[in-house]
């Protein structure tokens, strides 16, 4: 299960509290993307970067920041703005014109 | 944006029968369509993916079908197994030089029963 790390694997957030996810990975992709898993649903974009320095909101952007100072991390950032962040977040990088491979994942809860 | 639909959300077959899940995709722009599955609690994997230029790609017991004009895609399993139970997601998306952002399906709840 090498190539694409998320941690930690389980987050607990307080109410107003911002936490951030951890993704590396070491496949030398440039493309990364963070998507929202909620049950019974689909995989949702929330911020994808085709290169260093640079990153796109994609469809539920409100209430996560991200950024990309280097090639191999990603980390997406849940601000007290989501109201309703509980969810399992989902990692992915990709080369050009091929499949995302994901990371393991981050569940996140609301305590 | 691209929208796409999948179907059914469940799919109860016995062990040796086929499965079929449908996707159909809105943006004719869209020129790459790759399947995953997921087990519980896991990462969804790349199980089998193809490209606008070809109908029909199979591996082993998997294989997908593309209909350009009325824009949809299916997958298909044969000989089904007790470890093709998980959940299956389509996705579509416009390649582009850089990113391949991809847009999915809700996913199907494949249950392959002994």
């Known amino acids: 299960d090498g190539g694409i790390t998320q941690s930690p694997k389980y987050l607990f957030r307080k109410e107003g509290q911002n936490v951030t996810l951890s993704c590396e990975q070491n496949?030398?992709?440039?493309?990364m993307y963070w998507y929202r898993q909620d049950p019974g649903q689909g995989l949702r974009l929330i911020y994808y970067s085709q290169i260093v320095n640079d990153f796109q909101k994609g469809d539920i952007a409100e209430g996560y920041s991200v950024s990309r100072e280097k090639k191999e991390s990603f980390p997406l950032t849940v601000t007290s703005a989501q109201k309703n962040p509980t969810a399992f977040y989902l990692c992915?990088?990709?080369?050009?014109?091929?499949?995302?491979?994901f990371g393991q994942g981050t569940r996140l809860t609301v305590v | 944006g691209e929208n796409v639909e999948q179907h059914p959300s469940t799919l109860s077959v016995q062990e040796g029968d086929s499965a079929v899940i449908k996707c159909t995709y809105s943006d004719s722009a869209s020129n790459y369509f790759p399947w995953y599955k997921q087990e519980l609690g896991k990462r969804p994997q790349l199980i089998i993916d193809i490209r606008s230029n070809v109908g029909e790609k199979k591996d082993q017991r998997i294989a997908v079908t593309l209909n350009k004009t009325a824009k949809h895609f299916s997958l298909h399993i044969t000989e089904t197994q007790p470890e093709d139970s998980a959940v299956y997601f389509c996705?579509?998306?416009?390649?582009?030089?850089?990113?391949?952002?991809?847009?999915f399906g809700t996913g199907t709840q494949l249950k392959v029963e002994l």
């Open positions: 992915a990088s990709s080369y050009p014109g091929g499949g995302a491979f």
């Open positions: 496949l030398n992709h440039d493309a």
């Open positions: 996705a579509a998306s416009r390649v582009t030089g850089g990113g391949n952002k991809l847009t």
